[in-house]
């Protein structure tokens, strides 16, 4: 059984030793099936827009005290997404400013291989989610640093994987 709420609050949030608050995100991807359900070496990520706006991203959230940043983005995944899947190793860390708050954030990247695409989600209705090619996720990315994983996991990627994106 799967919760439909979203986690809120800042009570457990993970702050670096510089003080700069540290969230964790993934990207969820799955490759492409025919009509007929066979799978594709094409690869899709899903995005999905933000909470206030319509700009894309990947799901990314508040690494808490009480979860590794692996479980944070499996959190992330299901709460802004609505998908579930197999984390794999982290793409990296980034330090970017906040264009909400203006302060100093660090964010941690994984992979997520998409396993399942639930129909309910906590965030369904605050979000929508678009799957779609690695060529379009990079050109509407509203996070520089976010296009930056999604380069490393292409690269990450073996080239019979990744050769007709």
């Known amino acids: 059984m799967v919760c439909l709420v979203s986690r809120s609050g800042r009570e457990l949030q993970r702050y670096n030793s510089a003080g700069g608050r540290q969230v ?78 203006g302060t100093y954030y660090e964010g941690h990247m994984f992979p997520l291989l998409v396993k399942e695409q639930l129909d309910l989600w906590p965030e369904k209705t605050l979000r929508r989610r678009i799957w779609m090619n690695v060529a379009e996720a990079r050109e509407v990315c509203h996070h520089w640093w976010m296009k930056e994983a999604l380069d490393i996991l292409v690269r990450r990627l073996t080239p019979q994987q990744y050769t007709n994106l």
């Open 24 to 101: 964790v995100g993934c990207i969820p991807y799955r490759y492409k099936e025919d009509i007929e359900g066979n799978v594709s070496n094409k690869l899709e990520v899903l995005m999905v827009s933000s909470q206030k706006g319509q700009a894309l991203m990947f799901p990314k959230g508040g690494w808490e005290v009480d979860e590794s940043a692996e479980e944070a983005a499996c959190r992330e995944a299901l709460e802004e997404a609505g998908v579930t899947g197999t984390i794999e190793d982290g793409l990296g860390q980034w330090n970017f400013i906040s264009k909400r708050y």
